[in-house]
């Protein structure tokens, strides 16, 4: 398993990455957003790990800019900074996880084996996915609703992705909560709920049909 470390902290990068060596991770370490884009990008990681306050481009960016080139490589943020809005930000644009520092070694090893186990999310081979007037193209990324385009962030549309990839079948919260955001990072599915009624609200402002729908007790499915 091959992980990149992207922090500027000399002393945190090489105490983290002597550990994962210690644990037999394949570990590159790189100090600066721009040059870990790179790598990214020209080389497979099972893994990254990503500081947010990083000279080049901070850890946000580097993250939106490899969810927006589809990468969907597990990213664990780690960083200095403990506010609400750091924490939505990363996991909104698809973050798995996240650290606050100072963090004990013992929790990023876990968390670190907790990803690289989470089953990877059920994708049909279909480029196309559709259901009355409902289309999600996964070769552009987009969602369009009778020719609508429907803007939707990265969990937004991996909610809507996995209810179009189990057309009729209820999908269960903790099942939504794995197949989006690959592992159960609050301990609690209502943040399944709050996307979901993200999604619908985005859907409402261009149709008047309601895809998505509640199986009270039990969870959503579309069609
Ligand atoms: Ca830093």
Redesign the pocket.
């Known amino acids: 398993m091959r992980i990149l470390i992207v ?3 000399a002393k945190i990068a090489r105490f983290v990455s002597l550990e994962l060596k210690h644990e037999k991770y394949d570990v590159c370490c790189s100090a600066d957003g721009r040059e870990a884009l790179e790598l990214i990008s020209s080389e497979d990681f099972d893994l990254v790990i990503l ?1 947010i ?2 000279p080049g481009l901070n850890g946000l960016e580097v993250l939106r800019r490899m969810r927006n080139d589809h990468n969907m490589t597990p990213v664990i943020m780690l960083t200095a900074r403990d506010s609400v809005m750091d924490k939505v930000s990363g996991l909104d644009m698809g973050a798995n996880d996240y650290l606050t520092k100072p963090f004990a070694i013992e929790e990023l090893l876990a968390r670190i084996r907790a990803l690289l186990r989470a089953p990877k999310p059920q994708t049909s081979h279909e480029d196309i996915l559709s259901y009355e007037g409902l289309v999600l193209d996964k070769t552009k990324h987009s969602v369009t609703v009778d020719g609508t385009p429907v803007e939707l962030t990265v969990k937004e549309y991996g909610l809507l992705q996995a209810l179009l990839e189990n057309l009729s079948v209820v999908l269960t919260r903790e099942q939504l909560l794995e197949q989006v955001w690959g592992y159960d990072y609050f301990g609690e599915t209502n943040v399944v709920d709050v996307y979901i009624r993200y999604v619908r609200s985005k859907l409402e402002n261009v149709t008047a049909k309601r895809y998505i729908q509640t199986v009270r007790g039990v969870g959503y499915k579309i069609g």
């Open positions: 922090e500027d902290e500081d306050m990083l």
